[in-house]
């Protein structure tokens, strides 16, 4: 699979380029008036993983490569946006092709940063954008549903099923409901591929001054209340606190979140929750003892497509996978330990991959 896309929304001057600077570690312009980002600021992002720096260490490898995200910081979404307000086509054609929304709200009080809409408001900044996803849904459905029903009775009964399964779509929509919470997960996954927005898994990250680390203001515990009473997650971030960590060296940055009684930074914990989203787990290859290298694949992958994503050239000629996991490995100390202790396996075509394998593939050239 192509890297994993994540797209950052939010109404402008939520800090969504705040954000954007510290996964990435650039410095695209930041500013306290709306629609600063007017292209699309795009990075790639690692994401982090213990495991393959230990089993690095334990080789002495040359070469690291993690797992990589790419990351999109898009133009701030305003009312209207679903009739082109603001810069509103531009901002939903571009997510469109995203696999994760993280939607930053902005809670933070911060008076020479203007709002949108006046006033700092969470509830009623989530409640704008959801309505604007679900109208801009609404809008491709319907021209959907019309061409279809056009042909609906000389087309076979998979399109007859496509045709209710659109209608029971569109009346979500119209209630105001968005699809990824009222549809099942086999439905939402037949209508993936039209790229819905409010099917996209999506992950609310609050932006709260530093302050609320220690007690939480007005507008964040209203905001925690009412996704509550949604049945929501949100993962809560200051997002400029973040960007001036990531300025710190390791062992600097470390002492700083003890400091603050965090265990993991808020952006290494965004980014694994990005994975859970998507059910994706990782496996590793050792190439020659100088490479270690990180795969995202999907839950459920199977070792010949595992192999297909190294190199074509393995999934053509695979024979044999060789499999032990990086918890192993590393206890063994090599993987020749490994073998000799039966703590690596020989695995065919159609072995699932769990998620920390380490993969030694056999192949014909």
């Given amino acids: 699979m192509a890297s994993l896309s994540v797209g950052i929304i939010g109404l402008p001057n939520a800090g969504k380029s705040t954000l954007f600077n510290a996964l990435t ?23 982090p993983d213990d495991r393959l720096e230990k089993l690095a260490r334990l080789i002495g490898s040359e070469e690291v490569t993690p797992a990589t995200v790419e990351l999109v910081d898009v133009a701030g979404l305003v ?5 082109g307000e ?21 809670c933070f009080q911060k008076d020479e940063v203007a709002h949108p809409e006046g006033k700092v408001d969470p509830v009623r900044d989530i409640q704008i954008i959801e309505l604007e996803l679900i109208l801009s849904d609404l809008q491709i459905l319907e021209r959907r549903l019309t061409k279809l029903e056009k042909f609906v009775k000389s087309t ?26 009222v549809l099942s997960e086999q439905d939402c996954h037949k209508l993936s591929e039209g790229d819905f ?8 990250v609050p ?16 905001l925690r209340q009412y996704l509550l009473g949604e049945g929501e997650e949100a993962m809560e971030i200051c997002a400029e606190l973040e960007e001036e960590l990531g300025d710190l060296l390791p062992e600097e940055r470390q002492e700083f979140l003890r400091e603050l009684s965090v265990r993991e930074g808020g952006l290494a914990r965004l980014l694994k929750r990005t994975y859970e989203l998507l059910d994706l787990i990782t ?14 694949v999907r839950r459920g992958t199977t070792s010949l497509q595992a192999a297909g994503k190294v190199h ?25 330990t490994a073998k000799e202790e039966g703590k690596v396996r020989t695995e065919g075509k159609e072995c699932r991959l769990q998620d920390g394998d380490v993969i030694h593939f056999i192949f014909s050239e």
């Fill in 25 to 47: 570690h650039t410095k695209v312009q930041v500013a306290s008036f709306p629609f600063t980002t007017v292209s699309p600021n795009v990075g790639m992002v690692s994401v």
């Fill in 156 to 181: 076979p009964k998979e399109n007859k099923d496509r045709l209710i399964l659109l209608k029971k779509a569109k009346e979500h929509l119209e209630e105001g409901k968005s699809l990824r919470k």
């Fill in 283 to 296: 496996f590793f290859t050792i190439t020659g003892g100088r490479e270690v290298r990180a795969w995202p």
């Fill in 312 to 336: 074509s050239d393995m999934e053509r000629g695979f024979i044999r996978a060789e499999v032990t996991s990086a918890n192993e490995l590393l206890e063994a100390g090599s993987f020749k």
């Fill in 207 to 222: 932006n709260v001054d530093e302050d609320d680390f220690a007690s939480a203001s007005p507008p964040l515990g209203e």
């Fill in 86 to 106: 603001g810069l509103g086509n531009e901002f939903l054609s571009r997510i469109r092709g995203m696999d994760v929304l993280i939607e930053v709200v902005r």
């Fill in 197 to 204: 927005l409010t099917i996209k898994p999506l992950v609310y």
């Fill in 79 to 83: 009312r209207g946006a679903h009739k």
